[in-house]
């Protein structure tokens, strides 16, 4: 069991891909932090409309809630968040499709004379069609 986990998104039209990483992430570690992409941030990468912050935050939020395990949310204006400046973080929570980033992090982190963290990688969640879920479609 992991002592603080960082996951982090924008968690736009809260799908199960995103439920099953927030799960995972919750069964793993004894305190969350959850890096939600500010609406500035989110709207600059994301082609599709965005939900605003605060309601983005609601449902994760009412979401989170039954999953019994003590968390915060942190707004992020960047790719990285809290992840590569917090000494506290012992992991991370991606999916297949974000490992390369959590890779990044840990090579910022060890510039940085950071402990480097854990990687827990969530499989891909598919569609009836197989395609990877997706806020876009």
Known sequence: MFKKTVVGGTFNGLHNGHKKVLKTAFENSKHITIG???DD???RFKTKKITSYAKRKRELEKFIK?????YEVVEINDIYGIATIDPGLD?????????????EINTIRFKKT????TIIVVPLVLDSKGRPLSSSR
Do not use: Q
């Not at 039954?66 to 003590?70: G, H, Q, R, S």
């Not at 992991?91 to 890779?103: C, G, K």
């Open 36 to 38: 939600l992409t500010s």
């Open 41 to 43: 941030f989110a709207r």
């Open 66 to 70: 039954t999953l019994k395990t003590p």
């Open 91 to 103: 992991s991370i929570v991606v999916s297949d499709e974000t490992l390369l980033r959590a890779e």
């Open 114 to 117: 950071l402990p480097r963290l």
